[in-house]
């Protein structure tokens, strides 16, 4: 019989690629955010799963909303070994693009090192009601919510949003340790 430690050590490997982004004409992150959780589900915590699937929704759209050239590429890599989930996007950007997503990335890990990341998401909401903006919160609530630690870079014209959850820590109860 298999155990839920048994499947907990399941490995897999995803990747995705999609060009030209100008023909994705459909809910991509959505088609792909129900495939893959139900893959994760089927050997991790159901928590595993509804997290994963909000990862993708928040990176696919983000790079869907923010297309630089409409003949580039954007292509997702999720590896799962021991335990420890990597998810990997990467799209054609401007360095401005790349500079924002950076510090924004990077006020956020401050936020989360100094245990401030309700105060930071409180400031967001009341600063983008105030410039009657929606969204802007999907990066805190990736960290806060679901437990992600992320990284920027940019390589070669592209940024790169790299996203990581322990699943070890999900399937023990403590990814939700706030």
């Known amino acids: 019989m298999i155990s839920e430690a048994d499947l907990g050590r399941t490995s897999m490997t995803l990747a995705y690629e999609f060009q030209p982004v100008r023909n994705i ?22 928590i595993a799963g509804q997290r994963v699937e909000v990862l ?11 297309v630089f ?11 799962v070994a021991d335990g420890q989930l990597h998810l990997r996007t990467r799209n054609t950007a401007h360095t401005e693009s790349y500079e924002w997503v950076s510090g924004h990335i990077a006020a956020i890990r401050e936020a989360r090192a100094a245990g401030t990341l309700r105060e930071l998401m409180r400031k967001t909401i009341v600063e983008r009601r105030r410039k009657q903006l929606t969204g802007g919160l999907g990066f805190i609530r990736l960290v806060h919510e679901s437990r992600f630690d992320l990284e920027v870079d940019y390589d070669d014209g592209e940024l790169v949003i790299d996203a990581r959850l ?4 999900l399937a023990e109860g403590k990814g939700d340790a706030r």
């Open 56 to 66: 993708i929704a928040e990176l696919v759209d983000n790079m869907l909303q923010n």
């Open 69 to 79: 050239d409409p003949d580039s590429a954007i292509s997702m890599k999720m590896t």
């Open 25 to 46: 004409i459909c809910d991509l992150s959505g088609l792909i955010g129900r495939a893959v959780r139900e893959l994760v589900d089927a050997f991790y915590p159901r």
């Open 166 to 169: 322990d699943l070890n820590a």
